[in-house]
């Protein structure tokens, strides 16, 4: 009990910090998505109209995408507090108190999961405007924030394994251009049959991919398969993306605490 109320407290700090913060921590996860489905989706709209495009209109396609998208964007905005917490003296102080180190970064991991809420909906909302749709109602748009709330924990372990390594809260900003990396090497803005064959193979192992399909399968139905099939894909590869990179998150932390 003491363990979970020291984590809330923490989550309830970070949320104030990301409040007194909201360009980074809630406004920027929504710009570059909403610019993508409003002007790139409404400029290559004909897209959809060749022959064997799955989804239609292009919105509809494009939007799983741009949904995950939102939870990339800003990704490092925790793990820079966290390595901020520990040069500002803050870890020190709560060693003073009785909550154990660990809830600051579980609160954080919190945090990720919860900021691109607000974010997703709007992408969302403006998504349907643009001719989106959700096959699967009321439980599918559940599904859908609880995805892309997974897949920014996930993805955002790898900001904290690179700031937590280097202890430079610098560090993860300049990997922001590796999401585009992701988006683009994906089945986001175009499926694989339209894409050169080296960038089509690239798209199968690309873990992004899996995530997209298990959303996309949520809105307008699988591409291939089943949803069951599509959603445990997309279920694996979150889960193993969040252990592989939390088994060099937790040691580089302890570590930090240690010091």
């Known amino acids: 009990m003491a363990a979970t109320s020291g984590t809330l407290t923490l989550l309830g700090r970070n949320l104030r910090e990301g409040v007194r913060s909201p360009v980074i921590a809630f406004a920027f996860p929504v710009l570059f998505p909403l610019f993508l489905i409003t002007l790139v989706a409404s400029s290559y709209e004909r897209m959809a109209f060749i022959p064997g495009f799955p989804v239609t209109p292009y919105a509809a396609y494009m939007a799983p ?42 609160s954080r991991l919190l945090f990720d999961a919860i900021r691109v809420v607000p974010a997703v909906l709007v992408v969302l909302v403006i998504s349907v405007l643009l001719g989106a749709r959700i096959e699967r109602g009321a439980l599918g748009v559940v599904a ?68 997209i399909e298990g959303v996309r399968a949520l809105m307008t139905g699988p591409t291939s398969g089943t949803v069951g099939e599509a959603l445990l894909k997309a279920a694996a590869v979150l889960i193993g993306i969040t252990i592989v990179s939390q088994l060099f998150v937790i040691p580089a932390f302890a570590r930090l605490v240690e010091d």
Do not use: K
């Open 65 to 106: 995408g741009l949904l995950l998208f939102t939870g990339m964007m800003g990704s490092g905005f925790s793990a820079t507090a966290l390595v901020l917490d520990a040069q500002s003296g803050f870890l020190d102080r709560l060693r003073l108190q009785p909550v154990r180190p660990t809830a600051l970064l579980l």
């Open 144 to 211: 859908i924030l609880l995805l892309c709330s997974l897949w920014s924990v996930a993805y955002g372990g790898v900001f904290y394994v690179v700031a937590l390594r280097t202890r430079n809260p610098q560090a993860p900003l300049a990997m922001a251009p590796l999401s585009v990396l992701l988006l683009f090497a994906s089945p986001a803005a175009a499926p694989p049959y339209l894409l050169q064959p080296w960038l089509a193979e690239l798209t199968r192992w690309n873990p992004f991919t899996y995530v």
